[in-house]
């Protein structure tokens, strides 16, 4: 029982320090934007396009939010948004070149975060955390709905 209260209060306190994270700007400059629309431009950018309801899906956010989150990136110049030639009822959103630049950023952005937290650890600990982290993953891919934020 002790193990399992040790457990949830560190996944609490890890997931108020994402949260945290979450609310402070994902970007530097005008293109500045939230860790979800961070998230969502990072997904484009591998895909190059993809329906609203396709990135609801894979990120496993509410479709409503994804619309809002799809829009505020249009606004910023980031994606372009059409109706889908085959089916008019879907929204493509598609990546631009300032969108594309700004992924790039990202990504280093986040990939030197991680190679900063990951270089203050063991290898022990990183061995540990990846698995560990693999198993969570597993475990939330299985079963959890879309929620309404990343």
Same mark, same amino acid.
Do not use: Y
């Given at each position: 029982?002790a =193990?399992i209260?040790?457990?949830e209060a560190?996944l609490?306190?890890?997931? &108020?320090?994402?949260a945290?994270?979450?609310?402070e ?6 293109a ?6 961070g998230?969502?431009?990072?997904e484009?950018f ?7 309801a396709q990135?609801?899906?894979?990120l ?6 994804m619309?809002?989150?799809c829009s505020?990136l ?5 994606v372009?948004? =059409?109706?889908?030639?085959?089916? &008019?009822r879907?929204l493509v959103?598609?990546?631009?070149g300032?969108?594309?630049?700004a992924a790039?950023g990202? &990504? =280093?952005?986040?990939r030197? &975060?991680?190679?900063r937290?990951?270089?203050a650890?063991?290898?022990?600990e990183r ?5 560990g ?13 879309p929620?309404e934020?990343?």
């Amino acid at each position: 029982m002790a =193990e399992i209260d040790s457990l949830e209060a560190l996944l609490a306190r890890v997931m &108020r320090l994402v949260a945290t994270q979450g609310d402070e700007p994902a970007g530097d400059g005008a293109a500045a934007m939230t860790l979800t629309e961070g998230v969502v431009l990072v997904e484009l950018f591998g895909a190059g396009e993809a329906t609203q309801a396709q990135l609801s899906a894979r990120l496993r956010v509410d479709k409503s939010r994804m619309s809002r989150v799809c829009s505020s990136l249009e606004r910023k110049g980031l994606v372009a948004r =059409e109706r889908d030639e085959r089916n &008019r009822r879907n929204l493509v959103v598609r990546i631009t070149g300032a969108g594309t630049t700004a992924a790039k950023g990202l &990504r =280093e952005t986040w990939r030197e &975060r991680h190679e900063r937290m990951l270089g203050a650890m063991t290898a022990e600990e990183r061995q540990g955390l990846m698995l560990g982290l693999r198993a969570l993953a597993r475990e939330l891919d299985g079963f959890h709905p879309p929620r309404e934020a990343i």
